[in-house]
């Protein structure tokens, strides 16, 4: 009965490091608090695996009751939060976290300890009553169901996409490992206490490993890997022809890459582009020449995939246009719509920034402007 805490606990400190020194590197509230949330789950499983071990008490249980009943859970479904909807929780999310926190601490360290049960039941000890049971199963319920459907989203999402392959077998192991352990709370419920860390340590190790493959790159498919050796002519041979691309395929290797990184926080795509050679610029709107670029880029861009686009601030949204057009595209790939143009110039360009095969619709003003003319 003592092992398996004692599993649990290294497993959350090993997890809390891992993703708190990506926090550190890139830091992201989503991380922030998943580093947390793990520490935490260390915390509870070390405090129940002292008392066991060394005894019980009043200090060791409330630790135990503030940190792993509800509050892990909590801050799991924060951090898929702040994944799910960034820009609602950059609002609330800090305010929504110390409430809660300070509300659940609270209920702990004000309930009633039976000091007689102490030394053999040990955190069970605490008096919860009926509404303290109520909160803990409201919580972790909720933040359960958060978890589960964000994981469960994202894994769909990614599969219907073909696109971040490990990120997905990544999502599906934090999946079934949060259910394990959503499993052991039940079973504690039940009065099934002896299988509580069984199902802790399997689901925590699954939820570890999950993280693990969510950080390893994607390596291109065999077909869309490039030979330097298919790049680079032989001495004395002729320099292979390009062919122009007008229209690039959103199915091709730069634009399924493009895509991929629109599912991810702003913050991470404004920093792959600076990897790649894109620094950001700050301002806040687009030029004439920009937004013509802009939205040439986001014609040729799948359709959920414009939404994701049209959503980025418009300084992270210039660098992944210059990052395709500048980086990604081979000579004689760019796309329509460089330089100044008027009148006529504009409308059948605008009509070439369409992809082939759709009847799209021209802005009024611009045809409004030729029908003028």
């Excluded at 934090?174 to 352990?181: A, M, Q, R, W």
């Excluded at 004395?236 to 199915?251: K, M, N, Q, R, S």
């Excluded at 806040?284 to 686009?309: H, I, K, N, Y």
Aim: charged residues 20%.
């Amino acid at each position: 009965m003592v092992v398996f805490p004692l599993i649990s606990t290294v497993i959350s400190l090993l997890c809390a490091w891992v993703i708190g020194r990506d926090a550190m590197r890139r830091p992201r509230p989503d991380k922030v608090i998943w580093a947390i949330a793990f520490l935490m789950f260390a915390l509870a499983a070390g405090a129940d695996a002292a008392g066991r071990e060394l005894g019980w008490t009043s200090w060791l249980a409330r630790l135990y009751y503030a940190t792993g009943p509800a509050l892990v859970v909590m801050f799991l479904a924060i951090g898929e939060l702040y994944l799910i909807s960034p820009a609602r929780m950059k609002r609330f999310g800090v305010g929504l976290t110390v409430i809660a926190s300070t509300f659940w601490i609270s209920l702990v360290l004000g309930a009633l300890i039976d000091e007689s049960r102490l030394a053999a039941d040990g955190w069970d000890a605490i008096e919860r009553g009926g509404f303290m049971t109520v909160t803990t199963i409201v919580l972790n319920t909720v933040s359960t169901l958060i978890i589960v459907g964000g994981t469960g989203y994202s894994i769909w999402k990614f599969r219907r996409l073909g696109i971040m392959r490990n990120r997905m077998i990544g999502c599906s192991w934090i999946l079934v490992g949060t259910l394990f352990v959503a499993a052991g709370g039940s079973l504690t419920r039940l009065g099934h206490y002896e299988y509580l860390y069984i199902a802790m340590s399997i689901g925590i190790a699954m939820i570890f490993y999950g993280v693990l493959c969510t950080r390893r790159p994607d390596v291109p498919a065999a077909a869309d890997r490039v030979s330097t050796s298919d790049l680079v002519p032989r001495p004395g041979a002729a320099l292979p022809e390009i062919e122009a691309v007008p229209h690039p395929d959103p199915t091709e290797p730069a634009m399924g890459w493009i895509s991929s990184l629109l599912w991810q926080p702003a913050d991470d795509v404004s920093k792959t582009c600076e990897e790649w050679s894109v620094p950001v610029h700050a301002t806040p709107a687009f030029s004439r020449d920009e937004a013509r670029r802009a939205w040439g880029f986001r014609q040729v861009l799948p359709e959920d995939s414009q939404t994701r686009f049209d959503a980025l601030p418009v300084p992270v949204r210039r660098q992944l246009v210059t990052l395709y057009r500048e980086v990604l595209l081979w000579p004689g790939d760019d796309l329509p719509g460089d330089g100044a143009v008027a009148g006529d110039d504009l409308v059948d360009q605008s009509e070439a920034l369409l992809p082939s095969g759709t009847n799209g619709h021209l802005d009024d003003a611009v045809v409004a402007g030729k029908s003028a003319k």
